[in-house]
C-alpha cells in the first residue's frame, strides 16, 4: 500500500515538474511512462505533446500505442482516423486503423482499412509487404499468404514474397506449398542450396512433412537446375535415414557433377558415420570403380574395409552364441582383413598402411583371441605411423592389452605408462591408459594405487571405458577385505587370459566362502557371463536367476540380470517364447531400467510386429 502511494505521489510530482518543462522532457518523461507500464500518465503527457504540435508523428504514435496498451481502441480509432483526414492516402495510417479496428473486434472495417491502403497503389509490392506486415502482427496466417499471391497476379512477378510465402507455408503446415516455394527460390538463388535445407530443416524433421516435400519435388513448375534438384532430394531422403534410396540420388548426383566418384565418397563417408555400413561399403566400392581421383582412392578402399569390419562385428553379434564353427566364425572377418591387406599392399609405408594393420591386430585380438598374430599386426602398425602420429598412443594401448591378456604385466604397465606420460597423447587416450593400469594394479593386489588412479580419470561419460572405471571404482570402494578382493581379482585375471573354466571355478569358491559379503551379486554377474562365453548358456540362467532371487531387495544389476536372461533365451538359446516372457517380466519388475526401450522393441520384433 505505501510503494503505492509512493508511486502516486511520484508520478504526480512527475506531472507538476512537467508542466514547466520542454516538449522534449516532457516526451522523454511519456516514453519512460510507456516503457515502465503507466500508460495512463503516458497518455496524459502525449495528449498534451501532441495539442501542442498536432503534426507531429511521434507524439501521435506514441498516444496510439498507450490507447492500445489500455485497450480504448474506440479513442485509437478516433485518433487515428482524425489523423487520417488529413491525408486519406497515408497508408502507413490506414494500416494502423486496420489494426486498431480489427483488435477492436471490427474485422470487416479492418479489411476496408487495409485494402484502401493497397488501393491506393494495387501494383505496389511495398504496399503489399506493408498489409502484409499488419496481418502478421495481428496472426492472419492464412489471410498472408492469399495476399501473397494477390500480390504476384497484381504485380505481374511470379517470384514475389518467395522466401516470405516459404516460411509462412511451413508454419501452417502446408509442407508441399513451403516444399514448392523454396523451389522457387532456389531457382532464383542456386547457390543458397544450404540456406534452403536450413529452413526445411525446421519441419522435415517430420515424416509427413519429409514425404510432402520429396512429392513437390516431383511435382513443382518452377524449379531449379536439376543438380540442385537431387542434391535437395538426397539431403531430405538421408534425413529419413534411408540410406539406400539416398544412394541411388547420389549415383544421379555423381554423374549430374561430373564428380568422377567424389559424391559418392562423400556419401559413404556419411552413411559409414551414421552407421549405415552396408550401403556405406557399396558406395566405397561404387566412387572406387567410378574412378576417384588418385588422392582419394586410398580412403575409399580403406573405407570400404572399415564398412566390411562393422558388417562383420554386426553378424558376429546377430549369430552371438550360435553353433557356429570355429571356421565360419573365421570368415565373418576374411573379406574386412583381405581388404586391409590390400591397402597395406598398395600402399605401404602410409598412415593407411598403419591404421590397416590397426584394425587387423584388434580383429585378431578381439574376435579371434589370436595373441601373437595380433601383436604382430600392431607392431607393423607402430613401423608404418610417423612418429607425432596420435595413433601411435592407440596401438599402444592396445599391444597393452594384448600383453595383459599374455599374463605379461610388466610389458603391458609400460606401454600404458608411455601413454599417461606423452603430451602429445589425448585427454583420453590418457585416461584409457590411466585405467588399464589401475586394472593391473587391481590383478595384483595394489588396491590403494588402483583406487587412487581410477581417482585420477576424467569423468568423460561418452569414453567407452568410463562406465568400467567407475564400476571398478566402486566396487574396490565397498570391498574392504584384502584377502576376498585378492581372490576375486585372481578370477578376474584369469577370465582376462580366457582362461574361463578357472575363473568361474574361484569366483564359485570364493561365493560359496562368504556368501554374505558385499561382493557375491558382482561375483554372480561375472560368473553367469564368464559361462555365456564358455556356451554353458543353462548355467548361465542358473546364476542369473540365483542373483534375482537372493539379491531382490540389495543389488543394482538386478534389471541387468533379468536382460541377460532374455538376452540369453533370445540370442543363444533361439528360444522366442521364453525371450518374450524374460522381456515383459523386465517391463513388468524393473520400469524405471535403460534397458526398457531395447526390451520393448525386441518383443515387438519378436513378435513380428515391430513395423
Request: aromatic share 10%; with cysteine.
Amino acid at each position: 500500500m505505501i510503494r503505492s502511494l509512493n508511486i502516486i505521489f511520484l508520478s504526480a510530482f512527475c506531472l507538476f515538474v512537467c508542466a514547466g518543462q520542454t516538449s522534449d522532457n516532457k516526451f522523454r518523461l511519456a516514453q519512460s511512462y510507456e516503457q515502465g507500464g503507466d500508460f495512463e500518465n503516458a497518455v496524459t503527457l502525449y495528449k498534451e505533446l501532441l495539442h501542442a504540435d498536432p503534426a507531429n508523428y511521434v507524439f501521435f504514435d506514441g498516444l496510439r500505442r498507450a490507447y492500445i496498451q489500455l485497450k480504448r481502441y474506440n479513442d485509437a480509432i478516433a485518433l487515428i482516423q482524425q489523423r487520417l483526414a488529413s491525408n486519406t492516402k497515408d497508408v502507413n495510417v490506414l494500416c494502423l486503423l486496420g489494426n486498431a479496428l480489427y483488435q477492436s473486434g471490427k474485422e470487416k472495417e479492418a479489411f476496408a482499412a487495409w485494402e484502401a491502403a493497397l488501393f491506393v497503389d494495387p501494383k505496389n509490392a511495398n504496399l503489399y509487404r506493408l498489409v502484409s506486415n499488419a496481418y502478421l502482427e495481428n496472426r492472419l496466417l492464412e489471410k498472408t499468404a492469399e495476399l501473397y499471391r494477390r500480390a504476384r497476379s497484381a504485380c505481374g512477378d511470379e517470384n514475389l514474397f518467395t522466401l516470405e510465402l516459404a516460411q509462412l507455408l511451413g508454419v501452417t503446415m502446408d509442407y508441399r506449398g513451403a516444399t514448392t516455394e523454396f523451389l522457387r527460390y532456389l531457382a532464383q538463388m542456386p547457390t543458397q542450396l544450404g540456406y534452403a535445407q536450413s529452413r526445411l530443416a525446421q519441419f522435415t524433421g517430420k515424416g509427413e512433412a519429409r514425404s510432402a516435400a520429396i512429392e513437390a519435388l516431383g511435382s513443382a513448375k518452377v524449379r531449379p537446375d536439376e543438380l540442385t534438384v537431387q542434391r535437395l532430394l538426397g539431403w531430405l531422403i538421408l534425413e529419413g535415414k534411408n540410406y539406400a534410396d539416398a544412394f541411388d540420388v547420389y549415383k544421379r548426383i555423381d554423374k549430374l557433377a561430373n564428380a568422377q566418384g567424389v559424391e559418392l565418397y562423400l556419401f559413404a563417408d556419411r552413411a559409414y558415420k551414421e552407421g549405415a555400413y552396408a550401403v556405406a561399403a557399396d558406395a566405397y566400392q561404387a566412387a572406387a570403380e567410378a574412378p576417384l581421383p588418385k588422392d582419394r582412392l586410398p580412403y575409399a578402399k580403406f573405407g570400404y574395409a572399415l564398412a566390411m569390419k562393422e558388417l562383420s562385428v554386426l553378424a558376429d553379434t546377430t549369430h552371438e552364441g550360435s553353433q557356429a564353427s570355429g571356421a565360419e566364425s573365421y570368415s565373418r572377418y576374411a573379406t574386412a582383413i583381405d581388404y586391409f591387406r590390400s591397402v597395406v599392399a598398395e600402399y605401404p609405408n602410409s598412415d593407411l598402411a598403419a591404421k590397416s594393420y590397426y584394425h587387423i591386430g584388434r580383429i585378431q585380438f578381439e574376435r579371434y583371441f589370436d595373441l601373437d598374430g595380433a601383436l604382430a599386426s600392431f607392431a607393423s602398425a607402430e613401423k608404418s605411423l610417423a612418429a607425432m602420429s596420435p595413433v601411435r598412443f592407440d596401438v599402444a594401448l592396445r599391444i597393452g592389452e594384448v600383453l595383459t591378456a599374455k599374463g605379461d604385466t610388466t610389458n603391458a604397465a609400460l606401454r600404458f605408462r608411455t601413454a599417461i606420460a606423452a603430451p602429445n597423447a589425448t585427454p583420453d587416450q590418457q585416461d584409457e591408459a590411466t585405467y588399464r593400469l589401475a586394472e593391473l594394479e587391481y590383478f595384483g593386489g595394489n588396491f590403494k594405487e588402483a583406487i587412487r588412479l581410477l581417482g585420477n580419470i576424467s569423468a568423460n561419460l561418452k569414453a567407452d571405458f568410463t562406465n568400467d572405471a567407475l564400476q571398478l571404482l566402486s566396487f574396490l570402494q565397498e570391498n574392504t577385505s584384502e584377502a576376498q578382493l585378492r581372490e576375486f581379482a585372481r578370477a578376474d585375471f584369469l577370465a582376462r587370459q580366457k582362461k574361463n573354466t578357472e575363473a568361474i571355478s574361484l569366483l564359485q569358491g570364493l561365493i560359496e566362502k562368504n556368501s554374505q559379503a558385499l561382493f557375491v551379486d558382482d561375483g554372480l554377474m561375472r560368473i553367469a557371463a564368464l559361462q555365456t562365453q564358455a556356451r554353458l548358456y543353462n548355467d548361465a540362467l542358473a546364476s542369473y536367476q540365483t542373483l534375482l532371487d537372493k539379491f531382490k531387495e540389495s543389488s543394482i544389476a538386478l534389471d541387468k540380470a533379468q536382460f541377460n536372461i532374455a538376452r540369453l533365451y533370445d540370442v543363444n538359446l533361439r528360444d522366442k517364447q521364453n525371450a518374450i516372457a524374460a522381456y515383459e517380466k523386465l517391463l513388468a519388475s524393473y520400469p524405471q531400467s535403460l534397458f526398457v526401450d531395447q526390451a520393448r522393441k525386441r518383443i515387438r520384433e519378436l513378435r513380428g510386429d515391430s513395423l
